[in-house]
């Protein structure tokens, strides 16, 4: 019935463009089109295939094409470079040097992209499929085994069995709070109560997380498929996939993936012929972070306000319309019908006691190698950052790590040696999340960290609870006034205490981490905190309030560059003398700073007692 | 108002999802017009002030007519780090208005967003749908130019 398809059929090479939004971005579809036109001038076209892909993982270094069968990997093409590259690899046959990836203090290109260390020491499993395939062609998933874990599920295993084979998997809950699926499931399957609902939950509001984001655009038949097993162990036939509104490339390639298996046969009625009935439909968030929490979600389906209610009852009792409702997160689905093909055994055998499997991580902020990175549960810190991250820019001296978005914590470096799991990073203080990490270097000023991550939840808090909706408002308006240099004596105390009865006391899972970054920031970085308050000084040199620009007399040139740009006109000296900024007039817009040539870089940031 | 029947007849078949009808207005007219939303609560018979509790809890929609260009500052934590901030400030202050506001000549909305997760290019600003990475303070000043330039 589902018969692989000799998909590389007739051509000798493919050339996968990555199109997620990250490249698209930076015009990957425009590269697209120029190769498309030079293969056909020098007459390959029936030769040489270009597809579209999802995110290849590896965005700082966009568009990027590989050239298979030989997994040869190019980097930042651009429409210039395509002659180029259709010149070398394809009339003569050889790599394109030029385009290659060529690692940090390294002279020497790699490639292969499994020698390039960002991708050798992933584990893909959810992100099996990423930049091999059309995710805007159903065949090309059918091709690489894509639906025959439905096709098992359906013809030969009974709903008990599907969920005792998640169970014993181990896998849990990707979407940050790390509850165990198969058990979900079975409590879903329950519940007396009818009809059912499945939710794929693809609210991912952590910034500085996208791996949902890259799932839905490069692969979303993976997250309908492990809809589609949930929904036929839980005993539903309707599920809803509920996706950023920020996130419209994702949105549009679930549209198309819905419209091809419906097509298909493989959503809707009579599935495959078993009498199974499933639909799913699409719902467009609209820009609420605490609809990421499950009951805050159901409430922005049956299109209300999104504000979240106490639990119990859990969803799985009482979900969407007072149904019982089963919600999991799009990593988690994505890993279903791989635990079902390749059985929970093996799936258990990866990872560590209580977390078993990969987990993606999204490594951006202070890093060389940005971009989405699958790993297997228990690795440490230290490798993800710098064998795979390949460390921090400009030599620059690593400081932390911010795990969980908003919710989580700061690692500092004293845990690089950490093995990376749900108890590890609970252990430190901070959280798995959704598997955003920001990498934080010297510059960072862990206060205005702390400060931000504080306003980001003091905005998204609903307001429906006391210590949420107001407690957050007095910790930033303390640590606001720690960063302008009016911070008291007794702040540090106070934040920590209030930041406690915050967690105490809040009604979801927003308030109830909320104070998270601003505690880890106070416990593994007081000394910061310190120097704000007590020496009005901010060491890595970030708070408008406590530095002042300067430019060096003995390295000006007189170029005029900061005085041309200056917008308040504060910067006073004439051609080819040495400059001068009346502090006065100075708004601290950093901007003589960046316009500064790098050959004079007579601009600096100063902090009373640090020059 | 033929338009707005289009979309309420969409989603009459199945539960009224609020949401998912001013999403679609707001395609429209790139905001959610006051006689516009008198006009879906009489439709749906359903009390004006739950629209309204609606179109204020979520950031996505606006109340106030935007400007022809539609300027996004994404304030993620990897544009944070980066330097959004200083990006987010040089655009109030060329555009004379603060987030969320059009500029007088209505050429030009700035809005903020949480993140687009594209970190990679960050600090991101989105001008009309065309994402400007790694943006920084003076190149700003050529984006508004460019864009400033279209107006007619």
Sequence with gaps: MLKKKDKAKGYRLDLLICAGTGCVSNRSFVVKEALEKEIARRGLQDEVRVIATGCQGFCERGPIVIAQPDAIFYQRVTEKDVPYLVEEHLIKGRPAKKLMYVPEKDALPIPKMSDIGFFKHQRLIVLRNRGRLDPENIEEYIAFDGYQAVQKVLTLMKPEQVIAEIKKSGLRGRGGAGFLTGVKWELCRASTDHPKYIICNGDEGDPGAFMDRSVLEADPHSVIEGMLIGAYAIGTQKGFIYVRKEYPLAVKRVHIALKQAIEYGLLGEDILGTGFNFSIDVVQGAGAFVCGEETALISAIEGKVGRPRTRPPYPVEKGLWGKP??????????????????????????????????????????????????????????????????????????????????????????????????????????????????????????????????????????????????????????????VEGNGKEDDIELLEEIGKNVKLASLCGLGQTAPNPVLTTIRYFKNEYIAHIKEKKCPALVCKALISYIIDPDLCTGCVACAKNCPTKAISGEPRKVHKIDQTKCIKCGICLTVCPPKFNAVKKVTPGVV | MQKVNKIIRQYKEREIDLIQVLHNIQNEYS?????????????????????????????????????????????????????????????????????????????????????????????????????????????VDKLLEKYAKEKR
């Design chain 1, 325 to 482: 409702t089963n919600i999991n997160n799009v990593e988690t689905w994505a890993n279903i019908p791989v635990i079902i093909l390749r059985g929970a055994d093996w799936f258990a055998s990866l990872g560590t006691e209580k977390s078993k499997g990969t987990k993606i991580f999204s490594l951006v902020g202070k890093i060389n190698n940005t971009g989405l990175v699958e790993v297997p549960m228990g690795i440490k810190l230290r490798e993800i950052i710098f064998d795979i991250g390949g460390g921090i820019p400009n030599d620059k001296e690593f400081k932390a790590v911010q795990t969980g978005g908003p919710s989580g914590g700061c690692v500092p470096k004293e845990h690089l040696e950490l093995p990376i799991d749900y108890e590890s990073l609970s252990a430190v203080g901070s959280m798995m999340g959704s598997g955003g990490m920001i990498v934080m270097d010297e510059d960072i000023c862990m206060v205005d960290v702390a400060r931000y991550f504080l306003n980001f939840t003091l905005q998204e808090s609903c307001g429906k609870c006391v210590p949420c909706r107001l407690g957050t408002k007095q910790m930033v308006e303390i640590l606001n006034r720690i």
């Design chain 2, 31 to 139: 905001y959610l017009p006051k006689d516009i939303l008198e006009y879906i609560s009489k439709a749906l018979r359903m009390p004006l002030s739950k629209i309204y509790s609606i179109a204020t809890f979520y950031a996505a929609f606006s109340l106030t007519p935007r400007g022809k260009h539609l300027c996004t500052v994404c304030l993620g934590t990897a544009c944070h780090v980066r330097g959004a901030p200083a990006v987010l400030n040089r655009l109030e202050e060329k555009l004379g208005i603060k987030s969320g506001e059009t500029t007088e000549d209505s050429q030009f909305t700035l809005e903020t967003v949480n993140c687009l997760g594209a970190c990679a290019l960050a600090p991101i600003v989105v001008i009309d749908g065309e994402y400007h990475g790694q943006t920084t303070v003076d190149k």
